[in-house]
Every structure is written in structure tokens, then in C-alpha cells.
């Protein structure tokens, strides 16, 4: 069971980066991609992914994936307190 969800849209330039690879040694970690994530227009503007439903974003791809990582650390940290 994983602890923190990262959820990407498939229309959203994110989805072009193999996310599942980065996180694979993170057994707290799961990588899920849909078709929509209902967020209709904010795919076409910037890099986002919802981490545990919270929406992170970057300017560019490795931006999102850095602020990704940090939020994902800030969620195993909350857990683990």
C-alpha cells in the first residue's frame, strides 16, 4: 500500500516523463495516470500533478518533478511524525 499518490493527467506534458521510473525505489510512492483528472484548461498551461489531491506545478517539466519530490517528502514526514 502506498502512502502517497501522484496522479497525472495524460493530456499534460508531465505524462511525457517516465514518472514511474523516478519513483520506483520509493515503495511509499505510486504513480497513477488517467485520461482526465477534471481539471480541463490547466493541463494546456503548465506542468501539475495532484500528490495526495494537492495540485503541485513548475514552470518546466524538471521544476514540476523537483517540487514534486519536495512535496512528496513533506507528505512522508507528516505521516511519519
Not at 519513483?23 to 498551461?45: Q, T, W
Not at 518533478?65 to 511524525?81: A, C, M, P
Amino acid at each position: 500500500m502506498s502512502l502517497v499518490l501522484v496522479e497525472v493527467c495524460s493530456s499534460n506534458l508531465l505524462s511525457t516523463l517516465p514518472l514511474e521510473d523516478l519513483f520506483e525505489n520509493e515503495m511509499e510512492v505510486a504513480v497513477m495516470r488517467y485520461e482526465c483528472l477534471n481539471l480541463c484548461g490547466l493541463c494546456k498551461m503548465r506542468p501539475y500533478a495532484l500528490v495526495n489531491g494537492d495540485r503541485v506545478f513548475g514552470k518546466t517539466l524538471d521544476d514540476c518533478v523537483d517540487n514534486i519530490k519536495v512535496k512528496i517528502e513533506q507528505e512522508l514526514e507528516e505521516f511519519f511524525r
